[in-house]
């Protein structure tokens, strides 16, 4: 079905399309000791805590045009943060004709758009291998709308708002709506790939794989890192404190690590 901004399909009742964005991000830090474990892990525990996750999902709503019915946010111990907010119809205009583009979304300072109705979920995971070196961070966002405006908007902003070192991004229309004429429709617009909603500037920086099923309205697309540089993945030093061997064990432990993340499986 191919639609223009000047094309609209008179529905039948309430357009019953569910469209749901999956937003996973990974950040990965070598923690030589304990010490160095616990430290980092208090880092990203206050970096993100609840509040900022909270603020960071208002701008969200804020993107997609939502209306906060109710917000619930938990710190847990000894890690982790989650956020879950319901949030209903915006002001009623015409959906804007950007809409209809594959194009990445606005930032918060830019925004025209309105939501019919919608919920929002973050959770938060530290973690680290039990062997000691290792410890990853992901956040895990679910921005779920009804209606016409797709959550895909919101994916510029929230790549923006992490420190990624990869991402891992689904997008599902669920369900159908129906045209006056009583035809099913189980897409109401055009999408070829989730990165046409990502910056070029972004999109420079990550290896990026797709694995879309469009029959089933069903995209994925996985972001690794492309530049690596070591001082960003130790915690409280640099490089320049490790001898050759050193340098080079850990490199190799960190790119082992973010292959295995990337591509899904475990690599001996």
């Known amino acids: 079905m191919k639609l223009t901004p000047e094309q609209v399909i ?11 964005l999956s ?20 880092y990203i525990d206050e970096q993100y805590n609840s509040d900022r ?13 939502a209306h906060t019915l109710h917000i619930a946010q938990q710190d847990y111990v000894p890690q982790g943060a989650s956020v879950t907010m319901l949030v209903s119809e915006g002001p009623i205009v ?49 921005v779920s709308t009804c209606g016409e405006i797709s959550p895909l908007k919101a994916l510029n902003y929230l790549i923006h708002s992490f420190d990624t070192d990869i991402m891992t991004i689904d997008y599902r229309v669920r369900g159908f709506t129906r045209d006056a004429d009583g035809h099913k429709l189980y897409i109401d617009h055009e999408i070829s790939s989730i990165q046409n909603y990502i910056p070029d500037e972004i999109i420079d920086m990550y290896d990026m794989i797709d694995v879309n099923v469009y029959q089933e309205n069903i995209f994925h697309t996985k972001c690794k890192l492309r530049k690596f540089d070591l001082n960003n993945y130790l915690f409280g030093y640099t490089k320049d404190k490790l001898d050759p061997g050193e340098e080079k064990e850990i490199t190799e432990s960190l790119k082992k690590e973010m292959d295995e993340i990337f591509y899904g499986k475990n690599i001996t």
């Open 10 to 20: 008179t529905l039948h009742g309430f357009n019953n399309l569910t469209k749901t």
């Open 23 to 42: 937003f996973n991000m990974y950040d990965i830090c070598y923690t030589k000791t304990a010490e160095e474990r616990d430290a980092y892990l208090a």
């Open 53 to 65: 996750l909270k603020n960071i999902l208002k701008d969200v709503a804020d993107i997609i045009g």
């Open 94 to 142: 015409e959906v804007p004709t950007e809409h209809y583009d594959e194009s990445p979304g606005p930032l918060p300072e830019s925004v025209v758009i309105q939501l019919d109705k919608s919920h929002i979920t973050v959770h938060t995971y530290p973690e680290y291998h039990p062997n000691g070196g290792i410890s990853t961070f992901r956040a895990d966002i679910d």
